[in-house]
């Protein structure tokens, strides 16, 4: 297989599109997440294509995630994860490693809720990318769309034409 490569004269045309490169940092943000239920990754891309925030759902830095509860129902709403996590957009935005994400793309496994979407909105990003919308029907989720299309916000559904694999023994990567 190397020695194949080698001989080629053009370049590879397997390689992955801008798409699919930025919603696959998201998703393997997404893996580093410790909510049993729910993991969100998202990317924050500049004009210029380059990645200037990451995150993923979880709890508050300094927060123990080991002391919160992750369950999403309870009697008591203090007993679920909802008042305490920070969700990935969230983190993308606030650790952010430029001095803004004015006009930035937002690349996201899920479609973002009402609170993410006014961050999104404030923050001055201009496109938000989703590959899940099944909150769609949810009054927050119903916001969010209305908010972010009120704003001029471009969204659009990254619709995957390829499985992304990650193979840390691959003979591509450690010849």
Known sequence: MNAERENKVGKREDYLQWDEYFMSIAYLSAMRSKDPSTQ?????????KKIVGIGYNGMPI???????????????????????????????????????VLNCTLYTSLFPCNECAKLIIQSGI??????????KDKAEFIASR??????????????????????FNSDFINP
């Open 40 to 48: 969100v990754g998202a990317c924050i891309v500049n004009p210029q």
């Open 126 to 135: 201009k496109n938000v990318v989703y590959v899940v919308d099944k909150y």
């Open 146 to 167: 209305r908010l972010l299309e009120m704003a001029n916000i471009n969204i659009s559904q990254f619709i995957p034409s390829r499985n992304v694999v990650i193979d």
């Open 62 to 100: 300094g927060c123990s995630d080991d002391l919160l509860p992750w369950s999403r129902t309870a009697d008591n709403i203090l007993d679920t994860k909802y008042p305490y996590v920070c969700h990935a957009e969230m983190n993308a935005i606030l650790n952010k490693n430029s001095a803004d």
